[in-house]
């Protein structure tokens, strides 16, 4: 199943990709993370990403196109991967068709989760991500059972960089300005599933199962 996750910043892309991770075994491919990741080890890719995220700018379409089509050929994606945060642009959504169709393959499905300006900027602020994991926490909504520490791998949790108030709305302008047309290119293939990201993370995930065509075993949380 190749899925893409698409959403505003905040919107729980990452909580969600986490848990369809956990039902499907299929490996989790987040642009941002990584991006990141690259800028933790001080890969090149990092170093020409850095200055764009840090002003919560979309970072240029052939960097990020070159490190996600490199990482879905990858053995581990043979059955599948969970794209989160990828495609932003029409010219991404087009270049990642083409390359999947040299393949034989497509996108099976893509889930929009949708939720109100307001409810991004509460989750935003009191977001935690484990530095090991990436899981993300947050200090109201899903607060670790030990401060500062991933329930998953006992990881350092820290806050983003790009989470201060001004990054977040200029994250949110550019979400504004791109998206539509990113769901509108999937709407007219007719892939595209909304699903309601404003209710608890529990119930975002059931229904974003169900518009997925996956069962949900009520285990993962
Ligand atoms: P990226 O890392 O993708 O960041 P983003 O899109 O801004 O999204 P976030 O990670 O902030 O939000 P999320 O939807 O994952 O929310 P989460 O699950 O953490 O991108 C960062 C930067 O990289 C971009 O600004 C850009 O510069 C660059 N970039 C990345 N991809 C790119 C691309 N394709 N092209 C060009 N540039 C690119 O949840 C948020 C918080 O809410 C957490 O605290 C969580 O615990 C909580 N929460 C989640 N769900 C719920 C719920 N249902 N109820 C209550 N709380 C909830
Ligand atoms: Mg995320
Ligand atoms: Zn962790």
């Known amino acids: 199943m190749r899925i893409v996750l698409l959403g505003a910043p905040g919107a729980g892309k990452g909580t969600q990709a986490q848990a369809i991770v956990r039902r499907l075994g299929v490996p989790h491919i987040g642009s941002g993370a990584l991006l990141r990741g690259a800028l933790e080890r001080g890969d090149e890719i990092g170093f020409l990403a850095k200055p764009y995220m840090d002003r919560g700018e979309l970072v240029p379409d052939d960097v990020v196109v070159g490190m996600i089509r490199e990482r879905i050929k990858a053995p581990d994606c043979e059955r599948g991967f969970i794209l989160e945060g990828f495609p932003r642009t029409i010219a991404q959504a087009r270049t990642l068709d083409r390359a999947l169709e040299g393949e034989g393959e497509a996108i099976d499905k893509v889930a929009y989760i949708k939720v109100s300006l307001s409810e991004l900027v509460r989750r935003l602020g009191g977001r935690w991500i484990c530095r090991n994991c990436q899981k993300p926490y947050h200090v109201l909504f899903s607060p670790p059972r030990v401060e500062g520490r991933c329930d998953v791998c006992g990881g350092e949790l820290y806050q983003r960089p790009d989470d201060t108030d001004y990054t977040v709305r200029r994250r949110i302008e550019i979400y504004l300005d791109y998206m539509p047309r990113v769901t509108e290119y999937y709407?007219?293939?007719?892939?595209?599933?909304?699903?309601?990201?404003?209710?608890?993370?529990?119930?975002?995930?059931?229904?974003?199962?169900w518009a997925l065509g996956v069962e949900d075993e009520g285990n993962s949380d």
Request: hydrophobic fraction near 35%; avoid cysteine; charged fraction near 40%.
């Open 187 to 209: 709407s007219v293939d007719g892939k595209l599933m909304e699903v309601d990201g404003e209710q608890g993370i529990k119930e975002v995930q059931r229904e974003l199962f």
